[in-house]
């Protein structure tokens, strides 16, 4: 355990990957976003107002996946830390980012209900769908969906260090066809309005659960990658 924890310290060496990089993207995006809100109310543009600015910190783990990767775990191995010990501290790391996120994410949701929206009646944090289940559910999907993110980062890299570039584009290409048809077939079936209210009906907690098992099965496929992984 005391290994891992150092895994998680020499993931955290550089705290601007994990911590201020995410923060300060989220607090750019919020401030940007009130101050479109801002100007629509001032411009008596009827609201409420929303936007998709607060998705931008989540993308940003994106990359923090790769780099958690790709840029520390050479330098893991080459302290004799074995892969077992690099994976759990580097998911722990990012477990830990993805909390501090959903807290930030739940306490703006509470500031702006209490508020009406800033007084302007702009939302960033408290999406009307999301939060709809309740404080305690709105932090769980931003914190599945943070952790999912960060996996997909973490899964391609993995995959990049194990067998290369071609074979990442290769399947990446192939999940793109994947949705192209999916897509395809529900325009051809006519489902839209079915598709549209299952996704209703599962709400914010269907999506953090189904989010959490995806993520569930892309840690468990990068755990075995990366036990063949070169560094």
């Not at 609201?47 to 994106?62: H, K």
């Amino acid at each position: 355990m005391n290994r891992t924890v150092n895994v998680v310290r020499m993931q955290l060496v550089n705290k601007q990957t994990f911590v201020w990089v995410p923060l300060i993207v989220l607090g750019a995006s919020f401030a940007m976003s009130l101050a479109i809100y801002a100007i629509l109310f001032t411009s008596g543009v009827p609201g409420p107002f929303y936007g998709g600015g607060s998705q931008a910190p989540l993308w940003v783990l994106l990359f923090v996946g790769i780099s958690s990767l790709t840029l520390t775990f050479p330098f893991s191995q080459a302290m004799s830390v074995t892969r077992r010990e690099f994976f759990l501290g580097t998911m722990l790391a990012a477990a830990m980012c993805a909390v501090l996120l959903a807290a930030v994410f739940a306490i703006g949701a509470l500031v702006e209900e209490a508020t009406d929206g800033w007084g302007i009646n702009g939302y960033f944090f408290a999406l009307d769908w999301v939060v709809s289940a309740g404080p305690f559910v709105a932090a769980l999907f931003y914190f599945v969906m943070a952790m999912l993110i960060f996996m997909f980062g973490f899964w391609s890299a993995t995959v990049y260090k194990r067998f290369g570039a071609l074979v990442l584009t290769s399947i990446w290409v192939g999940v793109a066809l994947l949705l192209v048809a999916a897509i395809w077939a529900i325009t051809f079936f006519a489902m839209w309005g079915d598709v549209w209210t299952a996704l209703v009906n599962a709400g914010p907690l269907g999506f953090a659960l189904w989010g959490l098992v995806l993520t569930l099965l892309l840690g468990g496929i990068s755990y075995l990658t990366l036990r063949r992984a070169v560094p």
